[in-house]
């Protein structure tokens, strides 16, 4: 998943093991859980999604932005995002990937969660506002799920 901590986080986490030396150093979960998902990402870095999963993802993300996702659109997106390129190809947490990065890629912002305590119609409506200054298409609020 494409999650960004902040900084303190890993300082956080490495607090906690203060002490630790040797293997035992920053065996907390957080470190090898990040550890194991970049060799994850690592091993599948030359994946590439069929023309039926890019089509699908398409569908999805037209559903989460209202906005249209025609091949070569989703190609820039796949272009930055790698991660999101072996998500698609692997079918894995689709929905939260595309969702974060489509918001990075128009806002720089993750995708608003209950958490982030904000309007997320009015977010949704600035990242439409960003995303046609940037060429994207709204579609209509029919086409959407």
């Given at each position: ?63 989460i ?16 995002y ?9 079918e ?30 009015a ?23």
């Open positions: 998943m494409m999650f960004v901590a902040k900084p303190d986080t890993a300082l956080w986490y490495a607090q906690e093991e203060k002490g630790r030396t040797g293997p035992d150093a920053h065996s907390h979960y957080w470190f090898r859980m990040q550890r194991d998902e970049v060799a994850r990402l690592l091993k599948h870095r030359d994946a590439k999604p069929t023309d039926t999963q890019l089509s699908a993802a398409s569908k999805l993300l037209e559903g932005t209202g906005l249209a996702w025609p091949s070569d659109r989703i190609q820039d997106l796949l272009c930055l790698p991660r999101l390129r072996i998500a698609i190809a692997f894995s947490d689709l929905e939260v990937e595309l969702s974060n990065a489509a918001g990075h890629f128009f806002l720089g912002t993750s995708w608003p969660t209950f958490g982030d305590n904000i309007d997320a119609k977010w949704l409506a600035v990242l439409q506002q960003q995303a046609v200054l940037m060429g994207y298409t709204k579609v209509s609020s029919k086409k959407r799920r």
